[in-house]
Protein backbone atom coordinates (compact mmCIF):
# COMPACT_ATOMS: atom_id res chain seq x y z
CA UNK A 1 0.00 0.00 0.00
CA UNK A 2 2.87 2.23 0.95
CA UNK A 3 4.42 1.42 -2.32
CA UNK A 4 1.49 2.67 -4.41
CA UNK A 5 1.32 5.65 -2.73
CA UNK A 6 4.92 6.59 -3.27
CA UNK A 7 4.62 5.72 -6.78
CA UNK A 8 1.20 7.59 -7.69
CA UNK A 9 3.15 10.64 -9.43
CA UNK A 10 4.85 8.02 -11.61
CA UNK A 11 1.26 6.74 -12.72
CA UNK A 12 0.02 10.14 -14.03
CA UNK A 13 3.06 10.77 -16.13
CA UNK A 14 2.62 7.29 -17.40
CA UNK A 15 -0.69 8.10 -17.97
CA UNK A 16 -0.22 11.42 -19.95
CA UNK A 17 2.94 9.69 -21.92
CA UNK A 18 0.53 7.31 -23.18
CA UNK A 19 -1.28 10.59 -25.14
CA UNK A 20 2.19 12.61 -26.03
CA UNK A 21 2.84 12.47 -29.70
CA UNK A 22 6.30 11.57 -30.20
CA UNK A 23 6.18 7.68 -30.62
CA UNK A 24 4.13 4.81 -31.37
CA UNK A 25 4.36 0.89 -29.83
CA UNK A 26 2.54 -1.78 -32.27
CA UNK A 27 0.37 -2.33 -30.13
CA UNK A 28 -1.28 1.60 -29.97
CA UNK A 29 -4.18 1.50 -31.82
CA UNK A 30 -7.83 3.39 -32.14
CA UNK A 31 -10.83 1.37 -32.37
CA UNK A 32 -10.46 2.10 -36.15
CA UNK A 33 -7.18 0.02 -36.10
CA UNK A 34 -5.04 2.97 -36.78
CA UNK A 35 -2.01 3.65 -34.79
CA UNK A 36 -2.56 5.70 -31.34
CA UNK A 37 0.71 7.96 -31.19
CA UNK A 38 2.81 7.24 -28.04
CA UNK A 39 6.05 8.30 -26.48
CA UNK A 40 5.53 5.28 -24.29
CA UNK A 41 8.52 2.83 -25.11
CA UNK A 42 9.69 -0.08 -23.31
CA UNK A 43 13.02 1.64 -22.51
CA UNK A 44 11.36 4.53 -21.92
CA UNK A 45 8.90 3.26 -19.61
CA UNK A 46 12.13 1.50 -17.57
CA UNK A 47 13.50 4.58 -17.19
CA UNK A 48 11.19 6.26 -15.73
CA UNK A 49 10.17 3.78 -13.22
CA UNK A 50 13.61 3.36 -12.56
CA UNK A 51 13.83 7.42 -12.18
CA UNK A 52 10.94 7.26 -9.44
CA UNK A 53 12.17 4.41 -7.69
CA UNK A 54 15.31 6.33 -7.31
CA UNK A 55 13.66 9.56 -6.11
CA UNK A 56 11.48 8.17 -3.45
CA UNK A 57 13.69 6.12 -1.83
CA UNK A 58 17.79 7.01 -1.45
CA UNK A 59 19.05 8.10 -4.63
CA UNK A 60 16.82 11.46 -5.29
CA UNK A 61 20.07 13.06 -7.31
CA UNK A 62 19.88 10.02 -9.46
CA UNK A 63 16.13 10.18 -9.92
CA UNK A 64 16.03 13.70 -10.84
CA UNK A 65 18.71 13.23 -13.51
CA UNK A 66 16.91 10.00 -15.00
CA UNK A 67 13.13 12.13 -15.10
CA UNK A 68 14.43 15.64 -16.52
CA UNK A 69 16.37 12.94 -19.21
CA UNK A 70 13.15 11.82 -20.23
CA UNK A 71 11.87 15.31 -20.11
CA UNK A 72 14.40 15.97 -22.68
CA UNK A 73 13.82 12.77 -25.16
CA UNK A 74 9.65 13.27 -24.78
CA UNK A 75 9.41 17.47 -24.44
CA UNK A 76 7.11 16.44 -21.87
CA UNK A 77 5.78 19.34 -19.91
CA UNK A 78 4.81 17.14 -16.83
CA UNK A 79 8.20 15.25 -16.32
CA UNK A 80 9.67 18.66 -16.58
CA UNK A 81 7.14 19.41 -13.59
CA UNK A 82 8.05 16.40 -11.71
CA UNK A 83 11.75 17.14 -12.11
CA UNK A 84 11.89 20.36 -10.26
CA UNK A 85 9.06 18.55 -7.88
CA UNK A 86 12.08 16.16 -7.43
CA UNK A 87 14.54 18.49 -7.02
CA UNK A 88 12.79 20.59 -4.31
CA UNK A 89 11.75 17.29 -2.00
CA UNK A 90 16.14 16.96 -2.22
CA UNK A 91 15.97 20.83 -1.32
CA UNK A 92 18.00 21.12 -4.01
CA UNK A 93 17.00 25.02 -5.12
CA UNK A 94 19.53 25.17 -7.99
CA UNK A 95 18.92 21.75 -9.55
CA UNK A 96 15.16 23.01 -9.32
CA UNK A 97 16.10 25.94 -11.25
CA UNK A 98 18.42 24.31 -13.71
CA UNK A 99 15.25 21.62 -14.81
CA UNK A 100 12.87 24.74 -15.06
CA UNK A 101 15.30 26.09 -17.11
CA UNK A 102 15.84 23.60 -19.30
CA UNK A 103 11.60 23.74 -19.34
CA UNK A 104 11.61 27.05 -20.30
CA UNK A 105 14.07 26.46 -23.56
CA UNK A 106 12.31 23.35 -24.92
CA UNK A 107 8.83 25.00 -24.80
CA UNK A 108 9.62 28.91 -24.48
CA UNK A 109 6.05 29.81 -25.31
CA UNK A 110 5.35 28.15 -22.06
CA UNK A 111 3.56 30.07 -19.40
CA UNK A 112 3.81 27.01 -16.28
CA UNK A 113 7.41 26.94 -17.47
CA UNK A 114 8.21 30.67 -16.92
CA UNK A 115 6.25 30.72 -13.79
CA UNK A 116 8.19 27.96 -12.18
CA UNK A 117 11.75 29.79 -13.13
CA UNK A 118 10.25 33.45 -12.25
CA UNK A 119 9.42 31.62 -8.54
CA UNK A 120 12.30 29.71 -8.03
CA UNK A 121 14.42 32.69 -9.03
CA UNK A 122 12.72 34.80 -6.53
CA UNK A 123 12.72 32.20 -3.58
CA UNK A 124 16.97 31.99 -4.17
CA UNK A 125 16.94 35.95 -3.96
CA UNK A 126 17.87 36.39 -7.61
CA UNK A 127 15.75 39.02 -7.82
CA UNK A 128 17.92 41.50 -10.70
CA UNK A 129 17.35 37.95 -12.92
CA UNK A 130 14.02 37.75 -12.34
CA UNK A 131 12.77 40.97 -14.26
CA UNK A 132 12.91 39.39 -17.42
CA UNK A 133 11.00 36.09 -16.24
CA UNK A 134 8.63 38.23 -14.76
CA UNK A 135 8.47 40.50 -18.42
CA UNK A 136 7.77 37.30 -20.11
CA UNK A 137 4.63 36.30 -17.16
CA UNK A 138 3.20 39.60 -18.06
CA UNK A 139 3.48 39.20 -21.70
CA UNK A 140 2.74 35.13 -21.47
CA UNK A 141 -0.78 36.19 -19.24
CA UNK A 142 -4.39 36.70 -21.02
CA UNK A 143 -5.89 40.03 -21.29
CA UNK A 144 -8.38 39.15 -18.99
CA UNK A 145 -6.10 37.51 -16.70
CA UNK A 146 -3.55 40.46 -16.33
CA UNK A 147 -5.24 42.85 -13.57
CA UNK A 148 -4.88 39.38 -11.22
CA UNK A 149 -2.07 38.50 -12.01
CA UNK A 150 -0.39 42.03 -11.70
CA UNK A 151 -2.38 42.52 -8.73
CA UNK A 152 -0.23 38.80 -7.07
CA UNK A 153 3.05 40.45 -8.15
CA UNK A 154 4.15 41.88 -4.40
CA UNK A 155 2.55 38.22 -2.82
CA UNK A 156 5.21 36.80 -5.13
CA UNK A 157 8.34 38.77 -4.06
CA UNK A 158 6.78 39.16 -0.56
CA UNK A 159 9.94 37.18 0.84
CA UNK A 160 12.69 38.66 -0.87
CA UNK A 161 15.46 39.78 1.47
CA UNK A 162 16.50 43.33 -0.15
CA UNK A 163 12.49 44.78 -0.46
CA UNK A 164 14.09 47.81 -2.15
CA UNK A 165 15.40 46.00 -4.70
CA UNK A 166 12.16 44.17 -5.76
CA UNK A 167 10.46 47.13 -5.72
CA UNK A 168 12.79 48.79 -7.99
CA UNK A 169 13.06 45.37 -10.64
CA UNK A 170 9.04 45.04 -10.37
CA UNK A 171 8.95 48.63 -11.45
CA UNK A 172 11.68 48.22 -14.52
CA UNK A 173 9.75 45.66 -15.49
CA UNK A 174 6.33 46.65 -15.57
CA UNK A 175 7.22 49.65 -17.61
CA UNK A 176 5.14 49.06 -20.94
CA UNK A 177 2.08 47.96 -18.54
CA UNK A 178 2.61 51.33 -16.33
CA UNK A 179 2.14 53.92 -19.28
CA UNK A 180 -1.23 51.67 -20.60
CA UNK A 181 -4.38 53.36 -19.32
CA UNK A 182 -6.28 49.83 -19.06
CA UNK A 183 -3.49 47.89 -17.03
CA UNK A 184 -2.09 51.37 -15.50
CA UNK A 185 -3.85 51.28 -12.30
CA UNK A 186 -3.25 47.84 -11.88
CA UNK A 187 0.54 47.82 -12.40
CA UNK A 188 1.09 51.16 -10.44
CA UNK A 189 -0.54 49.58 -7.28
CA UNK A 190 1.76 46.69 -7.63
CA UNK A 191 5.00 49.20 -7.36
CA UNK A 192 2.85 50.95 -4.59
CA UNK A 193 2.56 47.86 -2.18
CA UNK A 194 6.16 46.71 -3.63
CA UNK A 195 7.16 50.37 -2.14
CA UNK A 196 4.94 49.79 1.02
CA UNK A 197 7.02 46.43 1.43
CA UNK A 198 10.13 48.42 1.17
CA UNK A 199 9.27 51.37 3.77
CA UNK A 200 8.87 54.10 1.20
CA UNK A 201 5.78 55.20 2.41
CA UNK A 202 5.98 58.37 0.34
CA UNK A 203 6.74 56.47 -2.66
CA UNK A 204 3.51 53.93 -2.34
CA UNK A 205 1.58 57.06 -1.89
CA UNK A 206 2.78 58.60 -5.21
CA UNK A 207 2.15 55.71 -6.92
CA UNK A 208 -1.61 55.14 -5.33
CA UNK A 209 -1.49 58.73 -6.90
CA UNK A 210 -0.74 58.21 -10.47
CA UNK A 211 -2.92 54.94 -10.61
CA UNK A 212 -5.72 56.79 -9.22
CA UNK A 213 -5.05 59.87 -12.16
CA UNK A 214 -5.04 56.93 -14.63
CA UNK A 215 -8.78 55.94 -13.21
CA UNK A 216 -10.07 57.55 -10.23
CA UNK A 217 -12.55 54.56 -10.43
CA UNK A 218 -10.30 51.94 -9.96
CA UNK A 219 -10.31 50.10 -6.68
CA UNK A 220 -6.76 48.99 -6.45
CA UNK A 221 -5.24 52.81 -5.77
CA UNK A 222 -8.25 53.11 -2.62
CA UNK A 223 -7.45 49.87 -1.25
CA UNK A 224 -3.43 50.70 -1.36
CA UNK A 225 -4.63 53.93 0.04
CA UNK A 226 -6.44 52.72 3.20
CA UNK A 227 -3.50 50.64 4.49
CA UNK A 228 -1.07 53.64 4.33
CA UNK A 229 -3.51 55.96 6.08
CA UNK A 230 -2.12 57.17 9.26
CA UNK A 231 -2.35 60.75 11.14
CA UNK A 232 1.26 60.91 10.26
CA UNK A 233 0.53 60.40 6.39
CA UNK A 234 -2.34 62.65 5.44
CA UNK A 235 -1.40 62.49 1.81
CA UNK A 236 -3.00 58.92 1.87
CA UNK A 237 -6.62 59.87 2.90
CA UNK A 238 -7.37 62.10 -0.42
CA UNK A 239 -6.78 59.31 -2.24
CA UNK A 240 -9.62 56.99 -0.69
CA UNK A 241 -12.22 60.06 -0.53
CA UNK A 242 -11.66 60.74 -4.39
CA UNK A 243 -12.86 57.04 -5.08
CA UNK A 244 -15.75 57.85 -2.72
CA UNK A 245 -16.94 60.80 -4.90
CA UNK A 246 -17.57 58.07 -7.66
CA UNK A 247 -19.80 55.15 -6.97
CA UNK A 248 -17.45 53.12 -4.62
CA UNK A 249 -17.91 49.09 -3.71
CA UNK A 250 -19.00 48.65 -0.44
CA UNK A 251 -15.88 46.52 0.84
CA UNK A 252 -14.04 49.36 0.10
CA UNK A 253 -16.48 52.31 2.06
CA UNK A 254 -16.52 49.30 4.56
CA UNK A 255 -12.49 49.19 4.50
CA UNK A 256 -12.48 52.83 4.87
CA UNK A 257 -15.19 53.00 8.06
CA UNK A 258 -13.32 50.55 9.91
CA UNK A 259 -9.84 52.93 9.06
CA UNK A 260 -11.58 55.85 10.53
CA UNK A 261 -12.96 53.71 13.52
CA UNK A 262 -9.40 52.94 14.43
CA UNK A 263 -8.89 56.68 14.12
CA UNK A 264 -11.64 56.86 16.89
CA UNK A 265 -13.24 59.25 14.41
CA UNK A 266 -17.01 57.76 14.96
CA UNK A 267 -18.58 59.98 13.23
CA UNK A 268 -17.32 59.89 10.36
CA UNK A 269 -17.27 56.03 10.23
CA UNK A 270 -20.89 55.99 11.19
CA UNK A 271 -21.40 58.32 8.04
CA UNK A 272 -19.79 55.87 5.49
CA UNK A 273 -22.15 52.68 7.39
CA UNK A 274 -25.13 54.81 6.97
CA UNK A 275 -24.40 55.18 3.45
CA UNK A 276 -23.77 51.57 2.89
CA UNK A 277 -26.71 50.53 5.08
CA UNK A 278 -28.80 52.63 2.60
CA UNK A 279 -27.34 51.96 -0.73
CA UNK A 280 -26.32 48.24 -0.36
CA UNK A 281 -29.40 47.50 2.63
CA UNK A 282 -28.11 43.54 2.03
CA UNK A 283 -24.69 44.35 3.07
CA UNK A 284 -25.00 42.40 6.20
CA UNK A 285 -21.35 43.46 8.04
CA UNK A 286 -22.20 47.44 7.70
CA UNK A 287 -25.30 46.56 9.84
CA UNK A 288 -23.45 44.62 12.78
CA UNK A 289 -20.73 47.30 12.42
CA UNK A 290 -23.21 50.20 12.81
CA UNK A 291 -25.41 48.41 15.61
CA UNK A 292 -22.00 47.77 18.08
CA UNK A 293 -21.37 51.11 17.41
CA UNK A 294 -25.17 52.19 17.94
CA UNK A 295 -24.94 49.91 21.38
CA UNK A 296 -21.85 52.12 22.44
CA UNK A 297 -23.71 55.61 22.20
CA UNK A 298 -26.75 54.03 23.87
CA UNK A 299 -28.77 54.12 20.98
CA UNK A 300 -30.58 50.97 21.82
CA UNK A 301 -34.08 51.19 19.85
CA UNK A 302 -31.95 51.88 16.63
CA UNK A 303 -29.13 49.03 17.48
CA UNK A 304 -31.72 46.62 18.37
CA UNK A 305 -33.26 47.45 14.53
CA UNK A 306 -29.60 47.38 12.93
CA UNK A 307 -28.42 44.03 14.83
CA UNK A 308 -31.26 42.02 14.21
CA UNK A 309 -31.38 43.03 10.68
CA UNK A 310 -27.86 41.70 10.03
CA UNK A 311 -29.06 38.81 12.13
CA UNK A 312 -31.79 38.40 9.37
CA UNK A 313 -28.99 39.01 6.62
CA UNK A 314 -26.39 36.14 7.81
CA UNK A 315 -29.06 33.29 8.04
CA UNK A 316 -28.57 33.25 3.85
CA UNK A 317 -25.00 33.34 4.36
CA UNK A 318 -22.94 29.88 3.60
CA UNK A 319 -22.18 28.46 7.44
CA UNK A 320 -18.25 29.36 8.04
CA UNK A 321 -16.13 30.96 10.46
CA UNK A 322 -16.80 34.89 9.29
CA UNK A 323 -20.54 33.46 9.93
CA UNK A 324 -20.41 32.03 13.09
CA UNK A 325 -18.49 34.82 14.93
CA UNK A 326 -20.52 37.31 13.32
CA UNK A 327 -23.83 36.21 14.63
CA UNK A 328 -21.42 36.18 18.19
CA UNK A 329 -21.08 39.47 18.20
CA UNK A 330 -24.20 40.30 17.02
CA UNK A 331 -25.83 38.34 19.80
CA UNK A 332 -23.57 39.59 22.41
CA UNK A 333 -24.77 43.12 21.53
CA UNK A 334 -27.92 42.30 21.46
CA UNK A 335 -28.14 40.50 24.80
CA UNK A 336 -25.90 43.80 26.24
CA UNK A 337 -29.00 45.81 25.02
CA UNK A 338 -31.70 43.59 26.30
CA UNK A 339 -29.54 44.03 30.09
CA UNK A 340 -29.37 47.96 29.87
CA UNK A 341 -33.49 47.37 29.62
CA UNK A 342 -33.08 45.33 32.71
CA UNK A 343 -34.69 42.13 30.83
CA UNK A 344 -32.36 39.58 32.49
CA UNK A 345 -34.10 36.77 31.18
CA UNK A 346 -34.04 37.90 26.98
CA UNK A 347 -29.92 38.99 27.52
CA UNK A 348 -29.43 35.20 28.55
CA UNK A 349 -31.94 33.53 25.78
CA UNK A 350 -29.57 35.58 23.17
CA UNK A 351 -26.40 34.19 25.00
CA UNK A 352 -27.77 31.05 24.43
CA UNK A 353 -27.79 31.22 20.49
CA UNK A 354 -23.90 31.75 20.81
CA UNK A 355 -22.22 27.97 19.14
CA UNK A 356 -19.27 29.44 18.22
CA UNK A 357 -16.60 27.58 21.03
CA UNK A 358 -14.28 30.73 20.93
CA UNK A 359 -16.58 32.97 21.82
CA UNK A 360 -17.28 31.51 25.31
CA UNK A 361 -15.11 34.30 26.99
CA UNK A 362 -17.24 36.98 25.66
CA UNK A 363 -20.20 34.94 26.12
CA UNK A 364 -19.83 33.89 30.00
CA UNK A 365 -18.45 37.73 30.94
CA UNK A 366 -21.88 38.88 29.46
CA UNK A 367 -23.37 36.06 31.58
CA UNK A 368 -21.41 37.12 35.04
CA UNK A 369 -22.71 41.03 34.43
CA UNK A 370 -25.94 39.68 34.02
CA UNK A 371 -25.50 37.97 37.62
CA UNK A 372 -23.68 40.28 38.89
CA UNK A 373 -26.52 43.05 37.68
CA UNK A 374 -28.81 40.67 40.13
CA UNK A 375 -26.59 40.87 42.98
CA UNK A 376 -24.97 37.47 42.41
CA UNK A 377 -21.26 39.43 42.01
CA UNK A 378 -19.42 36.47 43.77
CA UNK A 379 -21.26 33.83 41.69
CA UNK A 380 -20.76 35.59 38.48
CA UNK A 381 -16.72 35.57 39.46
CA UNK A 382 -16.69 31.44 40.05
CA UNK A 383 -18.68 31.76 36.51
CA UNK A 384 -15.56 33.38 34.77
CA UNK A 385 -12.76 32.00 36.48
CA UNK A 386 -14.50 28.49 35.43
CA UNK A 387 -14.16 29.09 31.76
CA UNK A 388 -11.67 26.78 30.07
CA UNK A 389 -8.52 28.01 29.18
CA UNK A 390 -7.64 27.05 25.64
CA UNK A 391 -4.35 29.39 25.16
CA UNK A 392 -2.67 31.64 27.28
CA UNK A 393 -4.78 34.21 25.76
CA UNK A 394 -7.99 32.84 27.03
CA UNK A 395 -6.06 33.57 30.59
CA UNK A 396 -5.64 37.42 29.80
CA UNK A 397 -9.42 37.73 28.85
CA UNK A 398 -10.64 35.99 31.81
CA UNK A 399 -8.46 38.40 34.50
CA UNK A 400 -9.78 41.48 31.98
CA UNK A 401 -13.17 40.58 32.32
CA UNK A 402 -13.01 40.13 36.02
CA UNK A 403 -11.54 43.00 36.52
CA UNK A 404 -13.90 44.80 34.45
CA UNK A 405 -16.49 42.87 36.27
CA UNK A 406 -15.43 44.14 39.51
CA UNK A 407 -14.93 47.99 38.67
CA UNK A 408 -18.31 48.05 36.94
CA UNK A 409 -19.46 47.07 40.71
CA UNK A 410 -17.11 49.48 42.07
CA UNK A 411 -15.25 47.09 43.54
CA UNK A 412 -11.73 48.93 43.18
CA UNK A 413 -10.07 47.76 45.79
CA UNK A 414 -10.53 43.88 45.15
CA UNK A 415 -10.18 44.91 41.15
CA UNK A 416 -7.02 46.48 42.51
CA UNK A 417 -5.37 43.53 44.29
CA UNK A 418 -6.34 41.30 41.40
CA UNK A 419 -4.30 43.24 38.90
CA UNK A 420 -1.30 43.33 41.38
CA UNK A 421 -1.64 39.35 41.65
CA UNK A 422 -1.04 39.48 37.90
CA UNK A 423 1.49 41.80 37.62
CA UNK A 424 3.48 40.37 39.88
CA UNK A 425 3.76 37.48 37.17
CA UNK A 426 4.48 39.59 34.49
CA UNK A 427 6.09 43.24 35.43
CA UNK A 428 6.02 44.29 31.81
CA UNK A 429 2.29 44.10 31.12
CA UNK A 430 2.30 47.98 30.84
CA UNK A 431 -1.79 47.44 29.86
CA UNK A 432 -2.25 45.46 33.52
CA UNK A 433 -0.32 48.93 35.29
CA UNK A 434 -2.54 51.21 33.42
CA UNK A 435 -5.40 49.36 34.42
CA UNK A 436 -4.19 49.42 38.27
CA UNK A 437 -3.45 53.38 37.65
CA UNK A 438 -7.08 54.15 37.29
CA UNK A 439 -8.18 51.48 39.76
CA UNK A 440 -5.54 53.79 42.21
CA UNK A 441 -7.57 56.75 41.21
CA UNK A 442 -10.73 55.54 41.86
CA UNK A 443 -9.90 54.69 45.16
CA UNK A 444 -8.52 58.49 45.56
CA UNK A 445 -5.08 57.12 46.18
CA UNK A 446 -3.61 59.70 43.52
CA UNK A 447 -0.18 59.28 44.31
CA UNK A 448 0.09 55.64 43.68
CA UNK A 449 -2.17 56.42 40.28
CA UNK A 450 0.67 59.07 39.29
CA UNK A 451 3.49 56.11 40.24
CA UNK A 452 1.85 53.27 37.86
CA UNK A 453 1.59 55.83 34.93
CA UNK A 454 5.25 57.67 35.21
CA UNK A 455 6.40 54.31 35.44
CA UNK A 456 4.14 53.05 32.29
CA UNK A 457 5.65 56.31 30.17
CA UNK A 458 9.05 55.54 30.78
CA UNK A 459 8.60 52.03 29.69
CA UNK A 460 6.70 53.23 26.82
CA UNK A 461 7.33 56.76 25.82
CA UNK A 462 4.64 56.68 22.99
CA UNK A 463 1.78 55.27 25.47
CA UNK A 464 -0.31 58.30 24.75
CA UNK A 465 -3.06 56.39 27.27
CA UNK A 466 -0.69 57.18 30.38
CA UNK A 467 -0.35 60.61 29.07
CA UNK A 468 -3.81 61.58 28.81
CA UNK A 469 -4.89 60.47 31.68
CA UNK A 470 -2.00 61.65 34.36
CA UNK A 471 -2.82 65.32 32.44
CA UNK A 472 -6.70 64.94 32.86
CA UNK A 473 -6.18 63.82 36.65
CA UNK A 474 -4.27 67.42 37.81
CA UNK A 475 -7.09 69.09 35.19
CA UNK A 476 -9.30 67.37 37.52
CA UNK A 477 -8.29 68.36 40.55
CA UNK A 478 -7.32 72.12 39.20
CA UNK A 479 -3.48 71.32 39.46
CA UNK A 480 -0.42 71.50 38.37
CA UNK A 481 -2.47 72.61 35.05
CA UNK A 482 0.51 74.08 32.86
CA UNK A 483 2.32 70.22 33.44
CA UNK A 484 -1.03 69.03 32.89
CA UNK A 485 -1.37 70.68 29.11
CA UNK A 486 2.27 69.87 28.27
CA UNK A 487 1.15 65.85 28.99
CA UNK A 488 -1.94 65.91 27.26
CA UNK A 489 -0.53 68.02 23.77
CA UNK A 490 1.96 64.99 24.13
CA UNK A 491 -0.72 62.90 23.89
CA UNK A 492 -2.20 64.62 20.99
CA UNK A 493 0.99 63.58 19.02
CA UNK A 494 1.01 60.07 19.39
CA UNK A 495 -2.84 60.55 18.58
CA UNK A 496 -3.53 63.70 16.39
CA UNK A 497 -7.63 64.06 16.55
CA UNK A 498 -9.02 61.50 19.39
CA UNK A 499 -12.18 63.41 20.63
CA UNK A 500 -11.03 61.87 24.46
CA UNK A 501 -8.05 63.52 24.42
CA UNK A 502 -8.96 66.69 23.29
CA UNK A 503 -11.62 66.27 25.82
CA UNK A 504 -8.93 66.21 28.42
CA UNK A 505 -7.33 69.17 26.59
CA UNK A 506 -10.57 71.39 26.37
CA UNK A 507 -10.90 71.14 30.44
CA UNK A 508 -7.06 72.14 31.02
CA UNK A 509 -7.55 75.34 28.74
CA UNK A 510 -10.95 75.58 30.78
CA UNK A 511 -9.25 75.39 34.83
CA UNK A 512 -6.75 77.79 33.17
CA UNK A 513 -9.48 80.49 32.22
CA UNK A 514 -8.99 80.21 28.68
CA UNK A 515 -12.62 79.21 27.96
CA UNK A 516 -13.19 80.46 24.21
CA UNK A 517 -10.19 78.28 23.52
CA UNK A 518 -12.15 75.66 25.51
CA UNK A 519 -15.37 75.38 23.97
CA UNK A 520 -13.68 75.56 20.40
CA UNK A 521 -11.95 72.02 21.61
CA UNK A 522 -14.73 70.64 23.36
CA UNK A 523 -17.13 71.67 20.62
CA UNK A 524 -15.27 69.99 17.89
CA UNK A 525 -14.46 66.37 20.04
CA UNK A 526 -18.02 66.35 20.65
CA UNK A 527 -19.15 66.77 17.28
CA UNK A 528 -16.02 63.91 16.44
CA UNK A 529 -17.66 62.09 18.96
CA UNK A 530 -21.20 62.26 21.02
CA UNK A 531 -20.18 61.20 24.25
CA UNK A 532 -21.32 61.99 28.23
CA UNK A 533 -17.97 62.78 29.52
CA UNK A 534 -17.35 65.00 26.65
CA UNK A 535 -20.89 66.49 27.14
CA UNK A 536 -20.76 67.29 31.01
CA UNK A 537 -16.92 69.11 30.02
CA UNK A 538 -18.80 71.39 27.23
CA UNK A 539 -21.97 71.80 28.94
CA UNK A 540 -19.95 73.15 31.81
CA UNK A 541 -17.94 75.59 29.86
CA UNK A 542 -21.22 76.64 27.95
CA UNK A 543 -23.22 77.32 31.37
CA UNK A 544 -20.05 79.46 32.73
CA UNK A 545 -20.22 81.47 29.55
CA UNK A 546 -23.70 82.38 30.18
CA UNK A 547 -24.74 80.21 27.10
CA UNK A 548 -27.26 78.39 29.58
CA UNK A 549 -29.60 76.82 27.30
CA UNK A 550 -27.19 75.62 24.92
CA UNK A 551 -25.41 74.15 27.93
CA UNK A 552 -28.85 72.58 29.13
CA UNK A 553 -29.08 70.88 25.59
CA UNK A 554 -26.13 69.64 25.42
CA UNK A 555 -26.50 67.88 28.68
CA UNK A 556 -30.18 66.33 28.14
CA UNK A 557 -28.00 64.86 24.88
CA UNK A 558 -25.56 63.37 27.31
CA UNK A 559 -28.01 61.81 29.52
CA UNK A 560 -29.37 60.35 26.38
CA UNK A 561 -25.90 58.73 25.65
CA UNK A 562 -25.40 57.43 29.40
CA UNK A 563 -27.75 58.64 31.95
CA UNK A 564 -25.29 56.56 34.24
CA UNK A 565 -22.40 58.34 33.19
CA UNK A 566 -20.15 59.36 37.08
CA UNK A 567 -19.19 62.58 35.09
CA UNK A 568 -22.04 64.00 33.72
CA UNK A 569 -24.08 63.43 37.01
CA UNK A 570 -21.22 64.42 39.30
CA UNK A 571 -21.57 67.94 36.90
CA UNK A 572 -25.34 68.22 37.15
CA UNK A 573 -25.51 67.77 40.78
CA UNK A 574 -22.71 70.38 41.19
CA UNK A 575 -23.79 72.78 39.35
CA UNK A 576 -27.48 72.00 40.70
CA UNK A 577 -28.54 71.73 37.22
CA UNK A 578 -31.99 69.43 36.23
CA UNK A 579 -31.97 69.49 32.58
Known amino acids: ?236 EPIVRRYMEGAPVPEVRMGYARVLLDAQRYAEATQQLQFITSERPQFGEAWLVQGTLQVQDNQLQAADASLKRYVDLAQDQAPGEERSRGLAQAYLSLSQIAEKRKDFALANAWLDKIENSQDLVAAQNRRASLMARQGKLEEARKLLRSIPERNPGDARNKLTAEVQLLRDNKQYKAAYDLLAEAIKRDPTDLDLLYDQAMLAEKMGNNADMERLLRQVIAAKPDY ?75 GEVLWAMGQRDRAQTVWKEGLLLNSDNETLQDTLKRLRVKP
Open 1 to 236: MKRQYRLAPLALLLLALAHAPHAQTPESTSDAGSPVPTALDAELFYQLLLGEINAVDTEPGAGYSLILDAARKTNDAALYQRAVEIAFQARSADSALQAALAWKQAQPDSREANRYVLQIMVALNRVPESAEMLRREIALVRPAELPGALASIPRLYGRVSDKKLAAAVVEQALADQLAVPELGPAAWTAVGRMRMAAGDIAGAIDAAKRAQDINPRAEGPALLALELMDPKQPQA
Open 464 to 538: HPAYNALGYSFAERNMRLPEARQLIQKALEYAPGDPFISDSLGWVEFRLGNRSEALRILDTAYKSRPDAEIAAHL
